[in-house]
T-cell receptor, first 114, second 117 residues
């Protein structure tokens, strides 16, 4: 799976949009971009994933550049409860039969300030 | 319901003890996972079960012994652990690739915080 690079930490004001970048310059054509987050002392939580088109769900939006070498996770109106470590993970097409490996990098610690 | 339940939440054990961690899901997922997470580090994959068969073992020491007795349950048996094995142990589940509408999104439990004395 392709390696990802994320800033170690970011701050955001409550109510503002949080834009979390991820570089994955070695991504290959069949690899998806996944985002998970881990709130302190909890298990990781799935947020969103995409292949090449931008995606949006009730939690966030995912913007993938046209060359797919980087992406941005957008939390449109950050709250204090969004303070967490955010992980960007790139991995193969999820149709593999043997279970899907997730390789976590160091992630970005997002702190939402009041 | 997207819940993965892990028990116990906390466990303290000596180096000669035998204990087991348990994980349960009722989402019909046929892939289940064990991860280990040390403090301030990302989770690291230990084992993957697919259709109740072990499909991935990330060279985990034999003092960790996984078991998948049925499609809803996953156990991790612990024996003769070392203090450096103290960590948060996370269980996850997902659809397996051949399941209908598989997205292979992994759902995680809250973890078992293990301390080895």
């Amino acid at each position: 799976d392709a390696k990802t690079t994320q800033p170690p930490s970011m701050d955001c004001a409550e109510g503002r949009a949080a834009n979390l970048p991820c570089n994955h310059s070695t991504i290959s054509g069949n690899e998806y971009v996944y985002w998970y987050r881990q709130i302190h002392s909890q298990g990781p939580q799935y947020i969103i994933h995409g292949l090449k088109n931008n995606e949006t769900n009730e939690m966030a939006s995912l913007i993938i550049t046209e060359d797919r070498k980087s992406s941005t996770l957008i939390l449109p109106h950050a709250t204090l409860r969004d303070t967490a470590v955010y992980y960007c993970i790139v991995r193969h097409n999820p149709q593999e039969t043997s279970g899907s490996r997730l390789t976590f990098g160091e992630g970005t610690q997002l702190t939402v300030n009041p | 319901d997207t819940e993965v339940t892990q028990t116990p939440k906390h466990l303290v054990m000596g180096m000669t003890n035998k204990k087991s961690l348990k994980c349960e899901q009722h989402m019909g997922h046929r892939a289940m996972y064990w991860y280990k997470q040390k403090a301030k580090k990302p989770p690291e994959l230990m084992f993957v079960y697919s259709y109740e068969k072990l499909s991935i073992n990330e060279s985990v020491p034999s003092r960790f012994s996984p078991e998948c007795p049925n499609s809803s349950l996953l156990n991790l048996h612990l024996h003769a652990l070392q203090p450096e094995d103290s960590a948060l142990y996370l269980c996850a589940s997902s659809t397996a690739g051949t399941q209908k509408r598989a997205k292979n999104i992994q759902y995680f439990g809250a973890g078992t915080r293990l301390s080895v004395l």
